[in-house]
């Protein structure tokens, strides 16, 4: 089945510790996202890409970085991890469309990041 | 800037019963998009139903429909026959017609009953 794949499900860090999580689609999906979401609230968007084009979003801390190295796969880099970044951390995928209309959006069942 | 908000945190329904949960938003676009997803405990999060603002007629797919009311910015989910199965989080998001970003409500968590 076409799927959101997220690597690891659960990841412990320490304070400070970089640390990468991993999203991989086999859906062909040009658009790639990353949200953050805190324990009992709203999933809220770091940033996303439309093929290589990075969007960040302009409250996503510096800390936060993303990459992209294909059309499959897409990394969340945590440089500097604070015990605040503990949260599970969404991936999502979309096709935007030539018509200028971004299709549903498509969840990974995420990676819950613990900072010690 | 858009809005999304749901002002029920906890919601209970009797399996079998009927369960209408609210969302309103604010917006000042005429073209976008609404959206109910589900986050069951520890799963990924999936989408329930989906609306186009242009479209008068109310979403619905199986036991969910949505009473989508333009005017009043309103766009609520009931559920239907509920089931155990439907116990989860339920987030109402917004999209802007061309945009990719979702807005999400706050999430009202749903508890299903014997």
């Known amino acids: 089945d076409a799927m959101v794949i997220q690597n690891p499900r659960y990841q412990v860090t320490q304070f400070g510790k970089p640390v990468t999580l991993s999203c991989s689609q086999t859906?062909?999906?040009?658009?790639m996202y990353w949200y953050q979401q805190k324990s009992s609230q709203a999933p809220k968007l770091l940033f996303h890409?439309?093929?290589?084009?990075?969007?960040n979003e302009a409250d996503t801390p510096d800390n936060f970085q993303s990459r992209r190295p294909n059309t499959s796969f897409c990394f969340l880099d945590i440089r500097s991890p604070g015990l605040g970044d503990a949260a599970m951390y969404l991936c999502?995928?979309?096709?935007?469309?030539?018509?200028?209309?971004?299709?549903?959006?498509?969840f990974g069942p995420g990676t819950r990041l613990t900072v010690l | 800037a858009q809005t999304v908000t749901q002002s029920q945190p906890e919601m209970s329904v009797q399996e079998a019963e009927t369960v209408t949960l609210s969302c309103t938003y604010d917006?000042?676009?005429?073209?976008?998009?609404l959206f109910w997803y589900k986050q069951p405990p520890s799963r990924q999060m999936i989408l329930v139903i989906r609306?186009?603002?242009?479209?008068?007629q109310n979403a619905t797919e199986n036991r969910f429909s949505v009473n989508f009311q333009k005017a009043a910015k309103s766009f609520s989910l009931k559920i239907s026959d509920s089931q155990l199965g439907d116990a989860a989080m339920y987030f109402c998001?917004?999209?802007?017609?061309?945009?990719?970003?979702?807005?999400f409500g706050t999430g009202t968590r749903l508890q299903v009953t014997l």
């Open positions: 609306q186009e603002a242009y479209k008068q």
């Open positions: 998001a917004y999209r802007s017609g061309t945009a990719s970003k979702l807005t």
């Open positions: 999502a995928t979309s096709r935007f469309r030539e018509t200028g209309y971004t299709d549903t959006q498509y």
């Open positions: 859906l062909n999906h040009n658009v």
């Open positions: 890409y439309y093929d290589k084009d990075f969007n």
């Open positions: 917006t000042s676009e005429s073209d976008y998009y």
